[in-house]
């Protein structure tokens, strides 16, 4: 079982940019696709971004291409959100998770689940 733990949330004022870092523990860290989640209130989680092992691979919600990066570095157990131009709608419960697989972007293939960070952007 991987543990999960994301930083960087905060408040941003809209334009503005944001890091948000996920820390991996456990044995089973790979070879398995890791991606990035969010959840607004009132509303389902949605899929950002995911990533698999070697990096080769990534894919984005629409509403997010272009704005947003997702990166890891398996050395260290970290993956990475990378979020510039933030918009009102950004604001949400941010959520790393490591999946079961090497690679999907169906939230039912992601075990592991941190406990979120809050991101608000103002407008």
């Known amino acids: 079982q991987v543990q999960l733990v994301e930083s960087g949330g905060g408040l941003v004022q809209a334009g503005g940019s944001l890091r948000l870092s996920c820390a991996a523990s456990g044995r089973t860290w790979g070879p398995y696709a890791m991606g990035w989640f969010r959840q607004a209130p009132g509303k389902e989680r949605e899929s950002l971004a995911v990533?698999?092992?070697?990096?080769?691979?990534?894919y984005y919600t629409d509403s997010v291409k272009g704005r947003f990066t997702i990166s890891r570095d398996n050395a260290k157990k970290m993956v990475y959100l990378q979020m510039n131009s933030l918009k009102p709608e950004d604001t949400a419960v941010y959520y790393c998770a490591c999946a079961t697989t090497y690679w999907s972007t169906s939230a039912a293939d992601f075990r592991s689940w941190g406990q979120g960070t809050q991101v608000t952007v103002s407008s």
């Open positions: 990533l698999n092992w070697s990096g080769s691979r990534s």
